[in-house]
């Protein structure tokens, strides 16, 4: 018997030993370097993605090692991917191979059964939920009512000449929108509560991992411990009010779960983390695509005058707009195609390796970091002619569903928002185009720690004569 165990465990050992000298000298690890001891090579990374070419800590290493390469970034040994296929390879595997991997701040604020960080059978399922939800048609047409509502509300206050801060303007609209979707709290005293902490809560997302009294992290998890609280209190109220109605939100979509995986506390997390679109990606798109649009009048013309054919003949049929008019506006969806190539809101995704990986030739070793860069695959002049050049045409009849375009991610945990945040940006440009001109003061792309506008995008509007211009 004793003799079976030690063939046995000294097979496995033996087994091993050699799997692992085999993976060591047939296949190499990426080229690169690890850079210094601890802090690897981040203060580069990051003062690179501060400075107006945030792409040059990429581009360096691309000409040097080839668009796959080492480094070590905040804290690990990481492999950066800037090769579309590596890239669509990491992000089509599942959890035997790669799970997700965050800096450790964002991972103690975003709680360990956040969507973003939960794995298997349990994101699956919540990845399901919450994509079907947001695909309904009715979700579709209470965001399309709400959307209108608010910005409408929003432009009827502003006067001719004066200065707007278009940032400030869509993250409070679409902030609102988002926060009516997932708990059906309507703007008031209480929804200005919640956007207050959630500001000091994201302010967090890419702090120090220092939890101390008076460190950002610390004001962070306060304030999320606030916003708890009140979602806490909107469980406890539908608990008791339930009804075997359709779900109104994302709360009833996920309370209404009867695989019993989906715990209080879970439910919590993931509403407070839904609302990062709102106050960040989405409202990010629509300034990005403003900052754009000033710079390229030939585009600014075309969009304006697809949008105010929509208007006048919706004002013929005495119909109002649906969400499907919105995003049948074909020029409008190459306009935010291109800004999401250009814009790169997220500027890839990161994970770590549960075994060693072969891709391409070449080692990911087990429990090293992979990084999929998507900015330098969408500004590729291989891919993307004049990649710096804000072009909506390079998207007509073209195909978006390739590995060289993936502001979205992809496989599993695609981005189950991606035609909310179309369609939100879409009434965006459309109302605004269609009801104003304006003129664009200087402000630049700030691309580090978050995507956003030194100056917040100030333009000064002058209101079209609509009945005239129709
Ligand atoms: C311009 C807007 C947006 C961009 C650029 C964007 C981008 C992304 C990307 C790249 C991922 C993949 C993350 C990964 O693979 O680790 C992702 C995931 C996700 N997005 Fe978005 N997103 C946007 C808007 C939205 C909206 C409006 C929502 C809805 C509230 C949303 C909800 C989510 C969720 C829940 C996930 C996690 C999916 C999972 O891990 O299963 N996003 N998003």
Avoid at 409 to 438: K, M, N, Y
Wanted: net charge positive; charged share 25%.
């Amino acid at each position: 018997m004793k003799n079976i165990f030690i063939i046995f465990f000294g097979g496995i050992l033996l087994y091993r030993i050699w799997s692992r000298i085999r993976s060591k000298t047939t296949t190499p690890l990426p080229l690169g370097t690890l850079g210094w001891p601890i802090i690897g090579e981040t203060l580069e990374f990051i003062s690179s993605a501060y400075s107006d070419q945030p792409e040059s800590f990429m581009n360096r290493r691309r000409l040097k090692y080839g668009k796959v390469f080492k480094s070590h970034l905040f804290g690990s040994a990481t492999v950066i991917s800037t090769d579309a296929e590596v890239s669509k390879f990491i992000l089509q595997s599942d959890a035997r191979t790669f799970v997700p991997s965050y800096p450790s701040s964002l991972t103690e604020l975003m709680g360990k059964s956040s969507i973003l960080l939960i794995n298997g059978s349990l994101q699956r399922r919540v990845h399901g939920l919450i994509g079907a939800f947001f695909k309904s048609p009715n979700l579709k047409a209470q965001i399309t009512g709400d959307m209108e509502k608010y910005l409408q509300e929003s432009m009827d206050s502003w006067k001719d000449d004066q200065l707007i801060y278009i940032q400030d303007v869509a993250k409070n609209i679409t902030f609102h929108v988002l926060v009516k979707a997932l708990i059906s709290l309507d703007p008031g005293a209480e929804m200005e509560l919640l956007q207050k902490h959630f500001q000091e809560f994201i302010a967090g997302l890419m702090s120090l991992p220092i939890n101390l009294p008076g460190s950002q992290l610390y004001r962070s998890l306060q304030a999320k411990k606030r916003m708890v609280k009140l979602v806490h209190k909107i469980l406890r109220e539908r608990r008791k009010n339930c009804t075997l109605s359709a779900p109104k939100d994302v709360v009833d979509v996920l309370l209404s779960d009867g695989s019993k995986q989906l715990t209080v506390d879970l439910i919590s997390d993931n509403m407070i983390d839904l609302m990062i679109p709102g106050e960040d990606s989405v409202p990010i798109l629509m300034t990005l695509a403003i900052k754009y649009l000033s710079s390229c009048p030939r585009a600014l013309h075309q969009l304006m005058e697809e949008n105010m054919n929509l208007r006048r003949t919706k004002i013929q049929l005495g119909e109002p707009l649906r969400w499907t008019d919105y995003m049948s506006l074909s020029f409008t969806q190459n306009v935010i195609t291109e800004t999401l190539r250009m814009g790169n809101i997220i500027i890839g995704v990161m994970r770590k390796a549960m075994k060693d990986v072969e891709i391409k030739g070449q080692l990911i070793p087990k429990g090293w970091c992979v990084f999929a860069y998507f900015r330098s695959v969408h500004l590729d002049e291989s891919t993307y002619d004049w990649p710096h050049q804000f072009n909506p045409w390079r998207w007509q009849d073209k195909d978006m569903g390739t590995c060289n375009f993936t502001p979205f991610g992809g496989g599993q945990r695609l981005c189950p928002g991606l035609d909310l945040a179309r369609l939100e940006a879409s009434i965006f440009l459309h109302h605004l185009v269609t009801q104003f001109r304006w003129i664009a003061e200087d402000d630049s792309i700030v691309h580090f720690p978050t995507v956003r506008m030194k100056r917040k995008m100030p333009i000064w509007v002058i209101r079209r004569r609509i009945p005239t211009e129709l």
